[in-house]
Structures are given as structure tokens and as C-alpha cells.
């Protein structure tokens, strides 16, 4: 997990993990707190401490709410500490308007100066350019480290959770602990240096942030920093949900990283679905095995569309033309069920209107059954080194590396079919390529046996790359 320095950010890397300690005079939200801790709706404080970023039409010593209260019904209840309340959005760039924060800048090259400037006319013109060296030197954040931290390439650990494998002889404090004595036990049977390959994050590809050009094409849009929200968006694939296996004793699989996303408070809910990629949308699940060269032209997304999303206990329904309100089935449920009653509305809302927990389940739903967890993992105020165009966003940052699935006939291309009910083959489902299916299951094009075949697309599938007519 990471804690983001920069002013006016909620940050919450994982969603098992929350910073939301609040420092009511205007300091940056951050750090570890529990839910209860919020129950007496705190307020941040806001104090001009410079007279040329106060607004003239801002009331001294204004109290703006930040977190709001969490009422209303729930359909399931998150325990612990790992869930902030609920984030008013709207209200974080009043909360930290008198902050340096405020500057745009014409060239990437001076945004390190004007920066510093600004710095400089927070702090004061009183101190002298000696003075001012000084406290820039002592508030570094480099005097927080102690010296001997792990350096990795990147935010996540795709290297060994040690530096080397190399045990200090000469014992040190903590040498007694069950955990080091373990990780040092395990580094030195690893003689194949497989240890590393089990990580969490050995299947997550970073990306760069987009590339700012001065292509006079890409017209130039109105966002401010200090006044635009991001919110980092992290999606995870659907699974199936089975329970406990009373015979087998087995457990539901649990949630797995596909990608995440980058979007303006100023975009809506609409654009959050539509970046959504999931291998239901874009196959057919029809039988083709009497014509494999006859493939549906239309996709299941075309022809069911209608979906919602489940953000802090509220239903928010796809209203666009061609959708239905999958959400009244639920929510009738839940009624006659005594869970109470939902509130629900249209997509057509602005993620800085919506007020989000960090680190929450959410879900998207969507042809029929298909369920996609979603969390909000940071709410933070724009910055100037982030990109300055509406064009560019959203976008993504991290993305899973999906397995290719092979076929289960040669193992050496990627499998485009689906078979089930098949008695020649000793798999059901069984995964075939092209050449495979035709060679072993048809015969001068027709069918040898009983079985059914569908299209699978899931190697094509494209995580960034949303299908076309969205």
C-alpha cells in the first residue's frame, strides 16, 4: 500500500487496505482510522493562511463536512476497519482551496517551478531565501526513511520480497521472529528461484501515464487542478459464487485483479460502464455446430444491454435506449424481505455527486448473471502533472495479464471454440482451435457425432480496448 503526499488525496491502493484519518485544519486525508471513529460526522476546518488564495467570497473559518452519514438499507455489511464512510466528493476542493495547489501551466517544464512558487507564497514572503532553504530541507519527505528500505522497480512487488538472498550472520533485532525466521527458511531451499513467481502481483502489467503532445488536433479542454477530482477506479473479474460445499468443503473463488482506470469527477457513470470489458458481451452463447462458418454477426452486449450499477447501497440504473431495469427484481426482493427499501435512479450522474467509501465492494451487473466487483481505491484533487485534457481520460495504469487458453486437441494455438456434450472428447467443456475442430469432430463438413459448439473470444479479449459502438 502507498500513501500518496499529495494534498487534498483519499488514497487506497488495495481494497483490503483504507487511509481516511482526517486532520480537521485542512491537512491532507490520509493514513488508518476506523469507521466508528467518523460516526460524529467530523468537519474539516478551513483557514486562509494566505490572503491571495482566499476567496474573497469565502466566509473565514467556513466548516465544510467531508464525510457524510451512512444511513439507509444495506444488502450486505462490510466489517472492520477496512472501509471508509461515506465521501462527500463535491466537497473536497472546497475543503482544500486555500491549499498551494491551485497553478496551471502552459509546458511540463515549468511545472516543477511554478510549483515552487506557489509553495513559497503559502509559506510567506517574510522568510528570507536562506530561511526558506531550510524548512524545505527539514519538511523532506527523505527524512522519513531510516535507510536501509527495500528499493523496487515499481509500486508493486514483482521481485522477491528480499533483497538478495544472502543471510546477515551477525544477528540483529527481530532475528527471533516466527515470519523472518520462515522467509529466510524459505529464500534458502529455493534453489530455482521459483519463490518470486508466486507473488501477487506477478501477473500485473504496469502502464505509462498518456503522453502530452502539443498536437494542435486534440482540442484543449477546462480542467483546473485543485478544482477537477480523479478517481482511481480498480475492476476485478466475476467469479462464480458457490458457497461452502458441505461434502467438499470448498470455497468460493476469491476476486481477482483485471485492470484499473483513471477518470475525472466530471465524467458520469455511463462512461464508467461502457470502459467495463467483459468476454459476455462480446460473444454469442448459440450453437453453431451444424454451420461453425455461419458465426452471429450481432453480439450478446447488442442485443442485451441493459445493466446497472450498485454503488453505496444504491441501484443506478442504464436508461439509454434498448435497457430495462434489471434492478426491480432486486429491489422487490429486498422489500419482501424486510432488507427495506432501495433507492434507485438513472446512470446519468457525475462521479464528484456521488458519495463513495474507499475501499467498498461495488458491483456491475450485467447480462443476466454476470456480477463485476469494482472498488474506489482514491479520490484526489488534480494535479498538474496529471494529464490537462478531457481527451485522455479515462485511462488505465495497471491491467492483468490474462492467461492465454490453448487448445486441449494440439496445445499450440489459442482455442476458438467451445465444445460440450462431446463423447469423443474426454474433456466437457473442451477448448478447440479452428483447425482442430474441423479435422477431428466434422467430416467432409459434417458433424461425426452429438455435440455442441460455441464461439469463444476470451483470447481476443482486449482489457483497454472497449468493443466498438460504445
Not at 466508528?36 to 494566505?50: C, M, Q, Y
Not at 503532445?213 to 478544482?227: A, W
Not at 450522474?349 to 443476466?368: A, N, S, T
Not at 460455441?454 to 472497449?466: C, E, I, S, V, W
Request: net charge neutral; hydrophobic share 30%; charged share 25%.
Amino acid at each position: 500500500m502507498e500513501i500518496d503526499t499529495t494534498p487534498g488525496v483519499i488514497s487506497n491502493d488495495e481494497p483490503e487496505g483504507v487511509k481516511d484519518n482526517v486532520e480537521n485544519e485542512g491537512y491532507p486525508v490520509s493514513s488508518q482510522s476506523t469507521s466508528s471513529d467518523f460516526n460524529t460526522n467530523k468537519e474539516v476546518l478551513i483557514t486562509g493562511a494566505a490572503d491571495s488564495y482566499v476567496d474573497p467570497n469565502l466566509k473565514r473559518n467556513a466548516k465544510v463536512s467531508i464525510f457524510g452519514e451512512d444511513k439507509g438499507p444495506k444488502l450486505y455489511s462490510v466489517k472492520g476497519n477496512v472501509v471508509t464512510p461515506p465521501i462527500i466528493s463535491k466537497n473536497l476542493p472546497i475543503a482544500f482551496q486555500f491549499m498551494p495547489i491551485f497553478s496551471k501551466s502552459a509546458s511540463k517544464d515549468t511545472i516543477d517551478e511554478i510549483q515552487n512558487n506557489r509553495v513559497r507564497e503559502y509559506v510567506g514572503f517574510d522568510l528570507s531565501d536562506n530561511e526558506y532553504e531550510k524548512l524545505q530541507h527539514f519538511c523532506s519527505p527523505e527524512h522519513l526513511k531510516v535507510g536501509n528500505e527495500i528499493v523496487m522497480s515499481t509500486s508493486y512487488p514483482i521481485q522477491g520480497l528480499l533483497p538478495c538472498k544472502e543471510v546477515d550472520p551477525e544477528p540483529r533485532a527481530g532475528d527471533n521472529l516466527c515470519i523472518l525466521k520462515k522467509l529466510k527458511l524459505r529464500l534458502t531451499k529455493d534453489v530455482r528461484n521459483r519463490y518470486p513467481n508466486r507473488m501477487k502481483y506477478r501477473a500485473v502489467r504496469l502502464l505509462p501515464s498518456p503522453n502530452e503532445s502539443n498536437d494542435y488536433k486534440i482540442s484543449l479542454s477546462p480542467l483546473e487542478p485543485g478544482k477537477d477530482l480523479v478517481f482511481h477506479v480498480r475492476v476485478y473479474r466475476p467469479f462464480t459464487y458457490s458457497g461452502r460445499d458441505q461434502n467438499e468443503k470448498k470455497y468460493s473463488r476469491h476476486s481477482l485483479f483485471s485492470n484499473d482506470m483513471i477518470m475525472l469527477g466530471r465524467q458520469k457513470l455511463t462512461v464508467l460502464r461502457d470502459r467495463i470489458v467483459c468476454a459476455n458481451d462480446v460473444g454469442m452463447r448459440v450453437d453453431v455446430s451444424d454451420q461453425p462458418d455461419e458465426l452471429p454477426t450481432s453480439s450478446a452486449r447488442d442485443l442485451f444491454p441493459s445493466n446497472f450499477l450498485f454503488i453505496n447501497n444504491k441501484f443506478y440504473v442504464d436508461t439509454r435506449p434498448g435497457c430495462r431495469d434489471l434492478s426491480e427484481p432486486l429491489r422487490l426482493w429486498a422489500s419482501s424481505r424486510g432488507l427495506g427499501e432501495f433507492e434507485h435512479t438513472h446512470m446519468d450522474v457525475r462521479l464528484d455527486e456521488l458519495e463513495v467509501k474507499l475501499g467498498h465492494p461495488e458491483v456491475y451487473f450485467h447480462q443476466g448473471n454476470c456480477e463485476h466487483l469494482f472498488t474506489f481505491s482514491e479520490v484526489r484533487l488534480l494535479n498538474p502533472s496529471d494529464p490537462q485534457r478531457l481527451v485522455y481520460y479515462p485511462y488505465s495504469t495497471a491491467v492483468s495479464q490474462n492467461q492465454t487458453i490453448y487448445c486441449t486437441t494440439c496445445a499450440e494455438f489459442g482455442a476458438k471454440w467451445i465444445v460440450t456434450g462431446c463423447e469423443k472428447v474426454p474433456f466437457d467443456p473442451a477448448f478447440f482451435c479452428d483447425t482442430c475442430l474441423k479435422i477431428y469432430l466434422y467430416k467432409d463438413g459434417k458433424k461425426i457425432c452429438d455435440f455442441k459448439a460455441y464461439a469463444y473470444r476470451g483470447n481476443d479479449l482486449n482489457l483497454l480496448k472497449p468493443p466498438t459502438g460504445v
